[in-house]
T-cell receptor
Framework: DTEVTQTPKHLVMGMTNKKSLKCEQHMGHRAMYWYKQKAKKPPELMFVYSYEKLSINESVPSRFSPECPNSSLLNLHLHALQPEDSALYLC??????????????FGPGTRLTVL | GNSVTQMEGPVTLSEEAFLTINCTYTATGYPSLFWYVQYPGEGLQLLLKATKADDKGSNKGFEATYRKETTSFHLEKGSVQVSDSAVYFCALLRAGQKLVFGQGTRLTINP
């Protein structure tokens, strides 16, 4: 199984809502990532978890809160978002952070619209 | 710092044409190089990779060779199909660091 799954596929939320994005992989990978992708741009790294611990936070606003409950799951909790946060949110995983040849496997993404 | 530069798009070709998408990089040390493809409405898929100088990555008729002397990793395909229409991202990775993407090249193949 070389698949990263993400739910939901689409999400529309108001600025006062609280919602969560979910990501799952069963490849035994120990590094997991959240990216944000705006139209016609490459993905921008938000967070990296390594062995279930937050390793990198790319100065992301606190209205985005990541969580890694176990080695297969990654969540992104959303609260009080702004319309400019509307984007495609991609989850990815890789074997670990130790080697440069460990490619990242991406999920299909969640298309988020903030009204 | 590390960076990747791709040829500007969009690129439009006819079916069965030869494809080249240029990619050059700047990095210290010995990064691995990747090509990812993103079809409309989808996430990124790894197309091919190369982990050291002179390695050639290949998949689905696409090829790219890791050229350290020219710091390049150009993507080529001998005969493109309509189904190859997508956005292509060149990327590099050094151990313990974040994946660095080029700006992406949108490819459209006309029948």
């Amino acid at each position: 199984d070389t698949e990263v799954t993400q739910t939901p596929k689409h999400l529309v939320m108001g600025m006062t809502n609280k919602k969560s994005l979910k990501c799952e992989q069963h490849m035994g990978h120990r590094a997991m990532y959240w990216y944000k992708q705006k139209a016609k741009k490459p993905p921008e790294l938000m967070f990296v978890y390594s062995y279930e611990k937050l390793s990198i936070n790319e100065s992301v606003p606190s209205r985005f809160s990541p969580e890694c409950p176990n080695s297969s799951l990654l969540n992104l909790h959303l609260h009080a978002l702004q319309p400019e946060d509307s984007a495609l949110y991609l989850c990815a995983s890789s074997q670990d952070l130790q080697n440069s040849y460990n490619e990242q496997f991406f999920g299909p993404g969640t298309r988020l619209t903030v009204l | 710092g590390n960076s990747v530069t791709q040829m500007e798009g969009p690129v439009t070709l006819s079916e069965e044409a030869f494809l080249t998408i240029n990619c050059t990089y700047t990095a210290t040390g010995y990064p691995s190089l990747f090509w990812y493809v993103q079809y409309p409405g989808e996430g990124l898929q790894l197309l091919l990779k190369a982990t050291k100088a002179d390695d050639k990555g290949s998949n689905k008729g696409f090829e790219a060779t890791y050229r350290k002397e020219t710091t390049s990793f150009h993507l080529e395909k001998g005969s493109v199909q309509v189904s190859d229409s997508a956005v292509y991202f060149c990327a590099l990775l050094r151990a313990g660091q974040k994946l660095v993407f080029g700006q992406g090249t949108r490819l459209t193949i006309n029948p």
